[in-house]
């Protein structure tokens, strides 16, 4: 294969050049990418383009429009979720599902900003990138919205009738007014929203985005519509191209969907202008939650958008002053004894960031000591000067992230595409600003012997003319009192024929729901075939080399930057001792060592290495009655550093101290609040690994170190603590002693020979003792059994999962289950939970084991849900998709297996792999039985699916009304 050199601009597409009805303005080198960008203007529109030009092949398109909302509506976020809902070009129910189920695609979603809606696509196929950009741009360009007016009922909300004669009640419900029910449960999202709203009064940031569900339902279909031709136009529209393309081909395929745009002529854009500084007087606002949820917000505004220098180096500011419990502003905060938590977190990407100060678990009559605390420490550090090892170590850590350019989840091209927003959207002139770094890095170096951080502080907080503060108070009833009052006045004003009417609209929405997309509509989608598929590249070996511990070698190209991961074996714990593993795992690096204080050595860590992270794993070689659990110890460094990634986390797990019981226990409750704010935000998650610990050994050990059961544990540990702290701190250095041992410990290292070398010329034996065979394994864990639990916590929606046992029945391989979760998740589940439930989310997961599992995500129901869980294997049954369905959800699924990862996440996989004993060519099987799977292979699945449903189990979070109120005789927690 031809590899293009992007390192110099092709002279081709010089400024000034056209190219299909583009013109480039601009042309600039960007070496943080390896490449060029190349900026242009579509004649006909004045739509923006810019091309990310470098030789990744994991291409990337993101088209997006400037969306400042005017009110609480949520008008965009539905927009976005309605335009995927068919169009001109593509009159089905869901080509965005279509998409999931039949394409390539390595990124496939929607996104609704504080200002701005991106509909971003990746794949490493040409033609299934341009079958996504087709489908994408008919769908802003030419939605079905304007002539099937039941799209934003079912997107947006809608009135249904609940029971029947003179009991019958109204309810809300729609997809968006759900999602937005459980992301508006979480006190984070609410005190932020209140903090925007007294910091912003009079632009589109005084706005929920995503809605409000008081007020979704005062937003009106014609509303709806105007908005959208007002927004969805090119003039106003920003497109970004990435990765190794064929420009012209590309440009010639986007000016064809430019060209048949429609003039909507709807008139202009909301605005989207600066707040002119505001000092807002203090706010106190009431929410439905838990006592122990009581926040205070600080905000001040820090800079504008078009300030990188400026935004980078506060950024490295607040993670010098806040990043850890050791960093001087959070240590003062924490020491005043006002709250469970504190921190402070730069919020970008807008016009104006903002810096937010929030405090987490404040205790009664604390709330108002805050803001005096916060900026009179402030004042003291910036009038005596910020500790420069401090600055050093954060500006450090914001180099090694920037450089390794690791984006989570997402795409490179996908993130960077986000990243060209935080400065484009406000200025035409500025598409690159946050995507170079190297002179804003140079500024943030150079400051720090000339008063820059201290001076930065005073402007900021001590100085600032642009703040505001609130108080979130907990609260019973809230919103949902509100909305359940307001739905009640709304049926007693409503004669029986206004009352069958909306039962009526509702029926007609299902039909339309449930009404098969026409033959000749379906034909319409793009679709590939098997034949699109290419063969994968081999793996490389992983092998085990010779060093003085056991040691798995990744001689990848990680661009300059090592990696280490140490397994610790924890056969020689006893199941009540895996707990306090989990403790030892949240407490390791913030505490003091023999060598450094906790200050000291976060200092240590962030100047010398990337991250040192301490976690649990659970590897059970794909059986349900194996656990073989891991303390996983991770390093990274840049290359010039790898000796530190022998000294380092040596010198915590060897050194640690457990003697400062008040910094332990102010740890461990900051890990509580944490995990609240999980259960709350992700419950399905945490519902699916609880559901699991029901059936296998592995799930249940996992459960105990972090896990519902873990929560449970740390919680009663915190009740007590005066009578357990004593024990607790011997207890882990007990543990320290039997975990970190030469003879129970495999390392691997992920980088060059030669930076393996040198580690390992470094770490010895790393001083691990070792323990021999006089050291029993002892582990012996059961899972628990089926059954059927509830967990309350705060929260207008539910998250239901339901699972089962592996069936005598199933005879389905791997490769097979991988097919059919994609059918059942997105046609059954999709339709009937999402869609007709109104859930924002659901799936369904088929574990190597044997085990089902079915899950809903910010769900308005228990019972329905549960209902429509029952009608999957009857589905599956009699599934009648043609052979072309059946090759989209295989090349989907194949394409997902061989999907490009980086690195680190490569080897981890190689490494996990290991660990769960999987015979080598596991990963080549399952994708050849992924493509070998036909129609009777997925419907012979259905007889294991119904075996299992008698014998499941159920586990739900929600509120404990729903709870209660719900058929099942659930046993009920009070989770948090």
């Known amino acids: 294969m031809d590899i293009k050199d992007f390192s110099s601009a092709d002279p081709a597409l010089a400024e000034g050049t056209a190219h299909a009805g583009f013109t480039v303005t601009r042309v600039e080198a960007v070496p943080e990418i390896g490449g060029q960008a190349y900026v242009m203007r579509h004649d006909a529109s004045g739509a923006r383009l810019i091309w990310l030009a470098c030789g990744d092949v994991n291409k990337s398109f993101a088209i997006s429009f400037k969306t400042p909302p005017a009110d609480d509506t949520g008008v965009f976020h539905i927009l976005e979720h ?102 508006l449960s979480d006190p984070d999202d609410v005190l932020y929203q209140a903090l925007s709203r007294s910091l912003y009064p009079d632009t589109a940031y005084g706005f929920e985005s995503g809605g409000n569900p008081r007020a979704i339902p005062t937003l009106t279909y014609e509303k709806f519509l105007e908005t959208h031709a007002r927004h969805y136009n090119l003039a106003n529209s920003y497109t970004v191209l990435y990765g190794d393309l064929d420009i012209d081909r590309e440009l010639v395929f986007i000016d064809g969907h430019f060209a048949r745009a429609c003039e909507r002529d709807a008139g202009a854009p909301n605005p989207l202008e600066p707040q002119a500084p505001v000092e807002a007087a203090p706010a106190r606002i009431q929410m439905a939650t838990a006592e122990n949820n009581a926040e205070v917000g600080v905000s001040y505004v820090v800079a504008e958008a078009s300030q990188r220098e400026r935004v980078l180096a506060i950024d490295v500011l607040l993670d010098a002053l806040c990043g850890s419990n050791e960093a001087p502003l959070k240590r003062a905060i924490l020491d005043a004894g006002l709250a469970d938590d504190f921190d402070g977190a730069l919020i970008d990407g807008i016009l104006q960031p903002q810096a937010m100060f929030t405090l987490r678990g404040v ?68 598409p690159l600003d946050y995507v170079h770094y190297e002179d804003a890095l140079a500024y943030a170096k150079a400051g720090l012997d000339r008063g820059l951080y201290e001076q930065l502080l005073r402007e900021i907080v001590c100085e600032s003319k642009h703040s505001a503060e609130v108080e979130l108070v907990p609260v019973e009833g809230g919103d949902a009192a509100e909305e359940e009052a307001e739905l009640a006045s709304m049926r007693a004003q409503m004669s029986d024929e206004e009352l069958a009417a909306v039962a009526a609209e509702v029926e007609a929405l299902r039909a339309e729901q449930e009404a098969p997309d026409a033959p ?113 110890v991770s390093a990274s460094a840049l290359s010039e550093k790898v000796e530190r990634l022998a000294d380092i986390p040596r010198e915590v797990w060897s050194a640690t101290r457990f003697d400062d019981l008040d910094d332990i226990r102010d740890i461990l409750t900051q890990r509580k609040v944490a995990l609240e704010q999980y259960f709350v935000s992700s419950g399905h998650s945490a519902a699916m690994s609880r559901a699991m610990t029901y059936y296998a050994a592995g799930s249940k050990v996992a459960g105990l170190m972090g896990g519902i059961d873990y929560y449970l544990f740390l919680r009663g540990l915190l009740a007590a603590w005066d009578e357990r702290k004593e024990a607790l701190a011997k207890k882990l250095g007990e543990l320290c002693g039997r975990i970190f041992t030469a003879d129970e410990v495999t390392v691997s290292f992920i980088g060059s020979a030669a930076d393996r070398e040198r580690f390992w010329a470094a770490a010895g034996d790393l001083g691990l003792p070792t323990l021999g065979e006089g050291a029993a394994h002892v582990l012996d864990v059961k899972p628990a059994g089926a059954m059927s639990e509830g967990f309350a916590i705060p929260s207008n929606v539910s998250y239901v999962v339901r699972a089962s046992a592996p069936s ?11 097919v059919a979760t994609r059918a059942v998740t997105y046609d059954y589940l999709w339709n009937e939970v999402r869609v007709k439930g109104g859930a924002y989310g659901t799936g369904f997961r088929h574990g190597a084991a044997g085990t089902r599992a079915f899950w809903s995500y910010r769900d308005p129901a228990i019972d329905g849900t549960l209902g429509r869980y029952d009608g999957c294997a009857p589905w599956l049954a009699e599934w009648d998709g043609t052979e072309e369905e059946l090759t989209g959800y295989i090349v989907s699924t194949v394409a997902a297996h061989d ?25 080549d099987q399952v994708r050849a039985e992924e493509l070998a799977v036909t129609r009777d292979d997925l419907r012979a699945l259905a007889a294991s699916l119904a075996d299992a449903e008698p014998a499941s189990s159920v586990c739900v979070l929600g509120g404990r009304d729903a709870l209660e109120s719900c058929g099942l005789a659930l046993a009920i927690t009070e989770l948090c």
Request: aromatic residues 10%; glycine residues 8%.
């Open 82 to 183: 309605s335009v995927l809902c068919g169009s001109d070009a593509y009159p089905v129910k869901e080509p965005f599902v279509n998409l999931l189920k039949t394409s390539m695609q390595t990124f496939l979603n929607a996104l609704t900003f504080s200002d701005k809606t991106m509909y971003p696509v990746a794949s490493t196929n040409t033609a299934d990138l341009e079958n996504l950009m087709g489908v994408y741009l008919d769908a802003v360009l030419h939605p079905a919205i304007y002539n099937r007016p039941r799209i934003f009922e079912q997107e947006g909300w809608h009135l249904e009738v609940e029971g029947e004669g003179e009991g019958a009640k109204l309810a809300y419900n729609g997809v968006v007014f759900n999602e937005m029910k459980g992301a």
């Open 363 to 430: 205790k009664p009559g604390c709330a108002e000591k805050f803001r005096p605390l916060l900026e009179s420490t402030c004042t003291e550090l910036a009038e005596n000067g910020i500790p420069r090892d401090k600055l050093a170590a954060a500006l450090a850590q914001a180099e090694f992230n920037l450089r390794e350019g690791d984006w989570g989840g997402y795409p490179d091209g996908v993130a960077l595409s986000m990243v060209v927003m935080s400065s484009w959207l406000y200025d035409d002139e500025r």
């Open 520 to 632: 000749e509509a379906l034909a319409c989608l793009p679709q590939l075939s098997v034949a699109d598929i290419e063969d994968p590249a081999p793996e490389p070996a992983a092998p085990m080399v010779d060093a003085p511990l056991a040691c798995i070698a990744h001689e990848l190209d990680t661009h300059g930057i090592a990696y280490v991961y140490h397994y610790f074996d924890l056969h020689r714990l006893a199941a009540d001792e895996l707990p306090y593993v989990g403790v030892l795992s949240d407490l390791l690096g913030k505490l003091d060592t023999w060598a450094h204080t906790a200050s000291d050595l976060d200092t240590l860590v962030e100047t010398n290495l990337g991250g040192l992270g301490f976690f649990t794993e659970v590897f059970t070689a794909e059986r349900l009655d194996y656990a073989d659990p891991a303390f996983v």
């Open 808 to 818: 005598a029945l199933d005879g389905g391989t791997r490769g097979c289950w991988a």
């Open 899 to 923: 999907a490009p990862v980086k690195p680190r996440a490569l080897a981890r996989r190689q490494d996990v792999a290991r660990f769960n004993l999987l015979p080598e060519g596991r990963r």
